[in-house]
């Protein structure tokens, strides 16, 4: 007997929160293979979605290249390395393009303008957009990350029970047809009410200060979300991959993560919540 969507939805969601669980009890090298492999699945997904073709492989096993380095280079020297091997990745892709270029005008003739530098600046916001985000999970403690993931998964299921119960006024319809303001409304206050729980429990900072990080963290997630939405609807694609069945792609499940996570970290910087 086939499940049907909504059992492959949440056998999908068990199976991936089992996995980041695992990942971060045992520590260590397993954390960094999981980002890897996130940031590589998300990086290949992403730029599919531009340019799909089957001779376009190459140019998406290079980007999926440049973000492992970009990701390594945060293990090895936290957040200025990365923004370091960030502004060597572009310098990268600039030189690619420049002898690109200067091919395909030998070729083409003096005065073509064939080669464009569209296929490097895929690459570069997919590096901005998934491994240059992602890596901030390095510098949190697990109680962090979990908070940080607990938060975008909070949102998404309270958003997607609400909206089936109750959605009826949509919230953003040329963005997101499917989404309603009860689902905006419901995730808005699963998470903040989640989030506050988990932070009284194992964090250090006051009440007021629980309840607004839940609320900026919802905001940030439904945010990405409208964003990826909004990219997805642009080129014309339904999903940005079929890995997670009752899901779609990689990136329809982490692109709340994607903005959630440097929000925390800015927030953070602002109110300590964690000793």
């Known amino acids: 007997m086939q499940a049907s969507p909504h059992q492959q ?10 996995l980041v669980t695992l990942a971060l009890w045992l520590g260590g090298v397993l954390v960094t293979l ?20 089957p001779e376009h492989k190459n140019l998406r096993i290079f980007g999926v290249g440049l ?9 090895a020297g936290g957040t200025n390395a990365a923004l370091w091997a960030f502004a060597a990745c572009f310098w990268i892709l600039a030189l690619r393009f420049l002898f690109r270029f200067s091919r395909e005008q030998k070729l083409a003739g003096a005065g073509a303008n064939s080669s464009q530098f569209a296929d490097e600046l895929i690459l570069l916001c997919s590096l901005a957009y998934i491994p240059l985000m992602l ?5 949190l403690s697990t109680r962090e990350i979990i908070l940080v993931v607990l938060s ?76 990826e939405s909004a990219l997805k609807r642009s080129l014309e694609v339904k999903d940005s991959g079929t890995l997670l069945p009752g899901h779609g792609g990689l990136l329809d499940r982490i ?21």
């Open 9 to 18: 939805r949440i056998l999908t969601a068990g199976l991936a929160v089992a």
């Open 135 to 139: 890596q901030f999970l390095l510098a």
């Open 255 to 275: 692109d709340s993560l994607l903005l959630a996570l440097p929000c925390y970290v800015l927030l953070r910087l602002i109110q300590p919540y964690f000793v």
């Open 67 to 75: 973000g492992a380095v970009l990701v390594l280079a945060a293990q």
């Open 152 to 227: 975008t998964t909070v949102s998404d299921t309270a958003a997607f029970y609400a909206g089936t119960l109750w959605g009826k006024r949509k919230i953003w319809p040329q963005v997101s047809p499917k989404k309603s303001w009860a689902g905006s409304i419901g995730g808005l206050v699963g998470c903040t009410l989640v989030i506050t729980a988990y932070g009284l429990s194992l964090g250090q900072a006051p009440l007021a200060a629980w309840l607004l990080l839940g609320a900026l963290l919802n905001l940030s997630a439904q945010l990405g979300d409208f964003f």
């Open 34 to 53: 999981l980002l890897l492999v996130l940031c590589g699945l998300g990086q290949w997904e992403f730029t599919a979605m531009f340019r799909p073709e």
